[in-house]
């Protein structure tokens, strides 16, 4: 049996199938937390999209693919390759100017666009993306065309919605480590205290 099992995001949408919007909430603090262990290692994706977003036996148990685009960014640096998939790549990319780590927080935007539509967003975004309005400002903030207006990973994290799921995740983790480690050692595993979130306010 395949690790990913469940295929990739793009393998659950298109041919008029989405996604209801409390799973896109999930699969967005998944991915931006995901996302967020990469831009801590100086890392851009540079191809995120549905495709590229693998799905194991449970539909929780997530993992970035497809690497070959993927190029480091020492701190306060920027890039200027042309290169990613149309439709989610930023338009600073698009348009060979400099660019940083929030051409990745574009594409996750983008991404979440897709899982709710079906299919990448156009340029400019006119029509409703979802009935959940925050969820609605939160993408629109993401897909906004200056890069210094879309949130940072930390800001996007903070959405009480996003929080649920990552306090679950850490919940799950802390269990399957507590219980590797007791299967491994005999002994109790380590303690891991949810970090505590900001309030974010998306009007």
């Known amino acids: 049996m395949p690790?990913?099992?469940?295929g990739s995001l793009a393998d659950h949408i298109g041919n008029g199938r989405t996604m209801d919007p409390q799973k896109v909430w999930m699969f967005w603090a998944w991915i931006a937390s995901e996302l967020q262990h990469l831009h801590n290692s100086h890392m851009l994706h540079h191809d995120l999209k549905p495709g590229n977003v693998f799905l194991g036996l449970r539909?929780?148990?997530?993992?970035?693919?497809?690497f070959g685009?993927?190029?480091i960014l020492a701190p306060g640096a920027t890039a200027r390759s042309q290169c990613g998939t149309p439709g989610f790549m930023a338009p600073e990319v698009e348009a060979g100017k400099a660019y940083s780590g929030m051409a990745d927080v574009y594409s996750l935007g983008a991404t979440?666009?897709?899982l709710l539509k079906g299919d990448a967003p156009p340029t400019?975004?006119?029509d409703p993306i979802t009935p959940d309005a925050r969820l609605q400002a939160a993408i629109l903030k993401m897909l906004d065309p200056?890069?210094?207006?879309?949130?940072t990973r930390a800001t996007f994290l903070a959405?009480?919605?996003a929080?649920?799921?990552l306090r679950r995740k850490l919940a799950e983790s802390q269990h399957d480590l507590s219980v590797t480690r007791a299967l491994l050692l005999g002994s109790p595993g380590p303690s891991i205290t949810p970090p505590a979130f900001p309030e974010l306010a998306l009007a």
Do not use: T
């Open 69 to 71: 685009l993927a190029r």
């Open 124 to 126: 400019p975004v006119v």
């Open 112 to 114: 979440l666009f897709a």
């Open 59 to 66: 539909e929780d148990d997530i993992v970035l693919s497809d």
């Open 3 to 6: 690790l990913y099992a469940g």
């Open 159 to 161: 959405l009480p919605d």
């Open 163 to 165: 929080e649920v799921h």
């Open 146 to 151: 200056v890069p210094a207006n879309r949130p």
